[in-house]
């Protein structure tokens, strides 16, 4: 399994600015398959930039109704299903994202939803997805229907707290957790409500003892404020390793021992297809185009063709 982030930001303002990228973060080949979580704006770009294909994808799961979760949920969906032409994937969502809930949502229209199989998650429920199990956990938030995602795979647990303040029992959701994923968009103890700061996380990781934390989704004050010392600083307070998420960190998991893996931090690729330089692939965004017809994404061929037939 590897875990990457195409993006470490959170938060409206970090959001607009990105100071820090919002593509929410892949889990791939986890049993042989690729999901990812929580795509805000950028999430399509970001998958390209960093190297990797929206089409591998066999899960989209988005945790609320918050547009730096959900923004590119259904772009992402129409690569899985190859452009809404074939049923596949899973769209794994809280209530408010598939269905709707008071004000909130719903983020991915009935259009998007019709061909994959839809897991609408509340919390304390579980779903089974592929080889997976998908827990809901609760979340206090803006969205009161969020949830957060515990995933087990053969008794090995991902879990996400997605946004959410602290509260007691936040640690029960994710007790097991082998590897804790969090939002925490606050450095220090200056934590706003609905959202966890270092003090909060200092609690969680104390109470779940993850073998590996990773703050993510950091807000402004907490990019401004250095997060690799901050996340050294809670290291050093909980005995458990916390890792500040970066844009393009990407680490393979080892099941046997989770705190052994070495952080990669991924470049942009050189892409024929997505720089924009002009000058630089010119003769191969020429031939780039036989790269749409092999994925049958040349909309005028297949029009054509319809009409030949
Ligand atoms: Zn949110």
Redesign the pocket.
Known sequence: MKITFLGSG??RFSAISQRRMTGGFRIDNLGGKNYHIDPGPGALIRTYQFGFNPRNLSGVFV????T??YNDAEILIEAMTRGMTKKMGTIVGSTSVLEGYDKWGPCISSYHQSNSDVVVLKPDEVSNVDKIKVKGTRTE???PA?VGFQIDYKGFKVSYT??TGYFDGLAKDHEGADILIA?VLRPGNKSIP??MCSTDFVKLIEEVKPQVAVMT?LGLKMISNNPVTEAKKISKRTGVKVIAAFDGLSFNVNYNNPKRFRLISLKDVDSVVHSTSHKMFKNERRNAYQQSFKNHEFDELSILKKNLD
Do not use: E, M, N
Request: hydrophobic fraction near 0%.
């Open positions: 959170g938060g945790s609320h109704s918050h730096d979760h938030h803006g969205d969020g997605s946004d939002s609905g959202h989704h």
